[in-house]
């Protein structure tokens, strides 16, 4: 993700990074329509609406307690300062069916409910006895983990969530515990962003 002073705001990173990659290709006048999905399963560690991007013949998923719908171009999200949560969640959910359809990322739906008892053992596993810093996951899903502290500072390890991921102040606490604490990012939500960034994500039974 670059040096940490770089990280003000992770989605806006993310968004800086496509543009990059993206640039002289036309993509940023394509149409992006993004609806609420509200049959869809979503990820058992998240709540909210469930936001899908479509575009290209993809589409990918971000859920979130602050949905918006829109028809807009993915351009939309170049130089926009996107203060408000919902305009935040478009833009993840965005940056997620674009990174999809450049093969950026793989991960962009939510895995099968018969997944999730098998997704949660393997997290579990995979944290061990480590104390843990949530951000964005609801109390339900919390009370699944063990150590789970409410100060950053004492965690070794910080669960990021797609609503965590979209909060304000969550590129500064990336940037301060970068490097000192393991980061891990999880859910489909979390895919577009984590594989532009390069971030730590789990997600082993997300589809694509």
């Known amino acids: 993700m670059g040096d940490k002073t770089a990280i003000m705001d992770i989605i806006q990173s ?21 609806d609420t999905d509200p049959d869809r399963i979503p990820c058992q560690y998240e709540k909210g609406a469930c936001l899908r991007a479509s ?3 993809r589409s990918a998923e971000f859920v979130t307690m602050d949905p918006l719908t829109a028809t807009t171009r993915i351009g939309f999200m ?7 949560l919902p305009q935040r969640a478009a833009a993840c959910a965005i940056l997620n069916v674009v990174a999809g359809f ?11 409910q018969e997944a999730h008892r098998e997704c949660l053992a393997a997290l579990r596993g995979e944290i061990g006895q480590a104390t843990v810093f949530i951000a964005g996951m609801p109390a339900a ?7 789970v502290v409410s100060d950053p500072g004492a965690a070794d390890i910080l669960l990021i969530v797609g609503d965590g991921m979209i909060q304000p102040g969550t590129g500064e606490l990336i940037a301060k515990y ?6 891990l990012f999880i859910s489909p939500s979390t895919g577009g962003v984590s594989a532009i960034l390069k971030c730590d994500h789990w997600c ?5």
Do not use: Q, W
């Not at 543009?19 to 394509?30: N, Q």
């Not at 899903?141 to 150590?147: G, I, L, N, Q």
């Open 14 to 34: 993310a968004i800086m990074k496509l543009e990059k990659r993206i640039e002289g290709s036309g993509t940023e006048e394509g149409i992006v329509r993004i």
């Open 55 to 57: 575009y290209g013949g």
């Open 78 to 84: 170049f130089g926009s300062r996107l203060e408000k």
């Open 102 to 112: 450049f093969c950026i990322s793989r991960v962009l739906k939510s895995c099968p």
């Open 141 to 147: 899903a919390c009370r699944k983990f063990d150590h």
């Open 178 to 183: 970068r490097g000192l604490k393991r980061i």
């Open 204 to 208: 082993p039974f997300g589809r694509a």
